[in-house]
């Protein structure tokens, strides 16, 4: 079984920045993608960045240019940066790792950007 620890949401104004990170523990083995969702209230989960186990990224439209995702193989851990934040970014994001054995989720965090 896999552990997920997510840290680092919270409030920011808008056009500030919030790094997030997600570290994985446990049952890790042939991890081969990480990654962060968000999910509005009432709608699905959906991807905003992952990465390969090889570094290759993918980000969702609205992210573009503003998020940056990387990883630490050594240390399983996912990041998050995320600049230029809106109001529209305010919601729970979950890191998730993917395995040969399936996909596990985090407990989430809150990012909420207001002034």
């Known amino acids: 079984q896999v552990q997920l620890v997510e840290s680092g949401g919270g409030l920011v104004q808008p056009g500030g920045s919030l790094s997030l990170s997600c570290a994985a523990s446990g049952s890790i083995f042939s991890i081969y993608a990480m990654g962060w969702y968000h999910q509005a209230p009432g709608k699905q989960r959906e991807l905003v960045a992952a990465i390969t186990s090889g570094g290759s990224t993918n980000y969702a439209d609205s992210v573009k240019g503003r998020y940056t995702i990387s990883r630490d193989n050594a240390k399983n851990t996912v990041y998050l940066q995320m600049n230029s934040l809106k109001p529209e970014d305010t919601t729970v994001y979950y890191c998730?790792?993917?395995?040969?054995?399936?996909?596990?989720w985090g407990q989430g965090t809150q990012v909420t950007v207001s002034s």
């Open positions: 998730k790792v993917d395995q040969s054995s399936g996909g596990s």
